[in-house]
């Protein structure tokens, strides 16, 4: 035994990296409070969704589609990897139910389902978020796919995503309520956020959203709205989604705080690029960067911002207030040096609601679920699709549902027309039959007819 626990002592452990990049703006002012590596490359994971967001609400706008109108499922949208809603190929949704379940549980099977109804095809819909960021100035971005899931060619940077998410709220503010809830109720199921702690504990918190895969580690985009001015934070590359909580909530904050009365701050748009940028991070990324110890998460970030946050807006207010094994008691007065202990409860536990009201603030409100419905309005519009499916696109997303493989295209015949084609008569043609039912009993979806 005690050999084995000196060769397990003697494997080496990933190092704990800091956080990648991150910046913390004023939407209205364009004011750039703080910033680190802003525009380096970096996997946006789930933060991809707030494109996808963008390009539908444009869809709306231009007449497309209403959030009334049926979103399919497809079997190629089924079969995407989590997280996802987990409907069955032939499923439909109200495109309002269906940007609920996107942005709220980040379900990359509805977001495919979203992109194949506006785009056309998962790649139609890819063309137009590239035009778009193009749009908005994105320089250091380009998605080929809805959701953020891994891909070589699928990156952005902190710098762009600031600059889609003013978009988004200064393009269409009457969305701005689908970033604020903490869960999605269909049916006895509630799809929680892994923004929910942010959207509950930062004084006026409204969103937006939070991604993570292995070669990006925690992202996170949010928000928060007081006295007319909004601020947003944006971070990749954080360890763990407490971490990026915490990080998220100073940098908050710190743009309330405005830096320093006399300081003055670059504009968004003008932000000074580097002469060279870090380049995207080496696969596994998660698996190299270990989750920072509680120690150090509260030496970072214990007391400073909930307390600002607790204290701002309450003048001559100098109490806070935090739960310890169960009870709520006076914490004493807020003073610049934060309390850094580890708060455990009666039994010796770590006490995780202290814990979070210290990093991230106390909670100041409950959950705000929103309930969700598959039921569709027979007389909504149906969509207008940004483009046609090819007949490629059509067979693939079907074949790669069901795990067949498609015979290789042929080349075009170069030969000059005078020489004829080879008249074989012995060559037998290849057909792909596609299966009337998946293996787990799930029909193949048929075109409606139009």
Known sequence: MALLVLVLSAIPRPAHAEIAAWMVFEVGSGEVIDQHEAFRRWYPASLTKLMTAYVAFSAIKQGRITLKSPVMVSAHAAAQPPSKMGLKAGSTLSLDAALKVMLVKSANDISVAVAETIGGSQAGFADVMNKTARELGMRDTHFVNPHGLPASNHYSSVHDMALLSRALLRDFPQYKRLYGYTGVQYGKRLLRSANREY??????????????????????????????????????????????????????????????????????????????????????????????????????????????????????????????????????????????????????????????????????????????????????????????????????????????????????????????????????PVIVTVPTRASDGTPTPRPAPR
Not at 322 to 344: N, Y
Not at 366 to 377: G, K
């Open 199 to 428: 959207l509950r504990r930062v004084r006026g918190a409204n969103g937006l959203k939070t991604g993570y895969v292995c070669n990006s580690g925690y992202n996170v985009a949010v928000s928060a709205t007081r006295g007319g001015r909004t601020m947003v934070a944006i971070v990749f590359g954080a360890a763990s989604g407490l971490e990026r909580a915490a990080k998220a909530s100073a940098l908050i904050e710190k743009g309330f705080d405005g830096g320093g009365v006399f300081k003055s701050h670059p504009k968004l748009d003008n932000l000074k690029r580097p002469g060279s940028v870090k380049g995207l991070p080496p696969d596994g990324y998660c698996r190299r960067n270990a989750k920072p110890k509680l120690e150090k998460l509260m030496a970072d970030y214990a007391g400073s911002a909930p307390m600002r946050a607790a204290n701002s807006g309450l003048p001559g207010v100098r109490t806070a207030f935090a739960r310890e094994s169960g009870r709520t008691r006076a914490a004493g007065i807020a003073t610049s040096r934060a309390d850094t202990t580890i708060p455990r409860t009666r039994d010796k536990k770590v006490d995780w609601g202290v814990v979070m009201d210290r990093l991230i603030g106390a909670q100041r409100r409950s959950d705000n679920l929103v309930r969700i419905t598959l039921a569709i309005d027979p007389n909504a519009k149906r969509a207008v699709p940004l483009s046609a499916p090819s007949a490629d696109d059509a067979s693939k997303n079907v074949a790669d549902a069901f795990g067949i493989v498609m015979p290789p295209r042929g080349k075009p015949d170069s030969r000059p027309a005078t020489q004829p084609a080879d008249t074989n008569t012995n060559a037998v």
